[in-house]
Nanobody, 121 residues
Framework: QVQLVESGGGLVQPGGSLRLSCAASGSIFRINAMGWYRQAPGKQRELVAAISSGGRTNYADSVKGRFTISRDNAKNTVYLQMESLKPDDTAVYYC???????????????WGQGTQVTVSS
């Protein structure tokens, strides 16, 4: 059984910062790419940022220069540092990871439960 548990969401004023964390646990053989998605009310879920097992990153245009994704492979954890937050960043943020579970040959995609980020004055 593999689980992703997110933390770090909350309410922040425009221009503020938040750091999200997502820890993977369970019977894990290998974690490939990890990433963050978000879904605002009435909108489709969209990719915010992703990071490969080797540390290569990519970002949505809307967050480039403001958000930074990183990972700690020893802790099976991915982070999203969010700076200069805007009201448009308000959404539920979901962690996603491509994981090969113990005893398996192929990876599967796993999702966290989501954490709310609200940017408002």
């Amino acid at each position: 059984q593999v689980q992703l548990v997110e933390s770090g969401g909350g309410l922040v004023q425009p221009g503020g910062s938040l750091r999200l964390s997502c820890a993977a646990s369970g019977s894990i053989f290998r974690i490939n790419a990890m990433g963050w998605y978000r879904q605002a009310p009435g909108k489709q879920r969209e990719l915010v940022a992703a990071i490969s097992s080797g540390g290569r990153t990519n970002y949505a245009d809307s967050v480039k220069g403001r958000f930074t994704i990183s990972r700690d492979n020893a802790k099976n954890t991915v982070y999203l540092q969010m700076e200069s937050l805007k009201p448009d960043d308000t959404a539920v943020y979901y962690c996603n990871a491509d994981i090969v579970a113990s005893g398996r040959y192929y990876p599967s995609g796993y999702w966290g439960q989501g954490t709310q980020v609200t940017v408002s004055s």
